[in-house]
């Protein structure tokens, strides 16, 4: 389909406002756990604790840590 970026593909199957968990992320962006965590805890993708350990991320935080670095044209 044209007009899409490959960020728009990459997140195709989830809302903006989903929750994903930790090992959804690392599948989605082909990352390390470490790295999800690494990012979780410098501030760079914010993250949110369900009770004590479960951590979920927004699929749109994701979307803007992925964001194409010429605006868009992926």
């Known amino acids: 389909m044209q007009g899409r970026t490959e960020t728009d ?3 195709s199957e989830f809302s903006p406002d989903q929750l994903v968990t930790v090992r959804q992320t690392t599948e989605l962006l082909h990352v390390d756990r470490a790295t999800v ?3 979780l805890a410098d ?6 604790r369900l009770g004590g ?3 979920r991320i ?3 935080d994701l979307e803007a840590l992925v964001a194409p670095l010429d605006g868009g044209r992926a």
């Open 9 to 11: 593909r990459l997140f």
């Open 53 to 55: 350990r479960a951590v």
């Open 43 to 48: 501030g760079r993708l914010p993250g949110y």
């Open 58 to 60: 927004r699929v749109a």
């Open 37 to 39: 965590y690494k990012w």
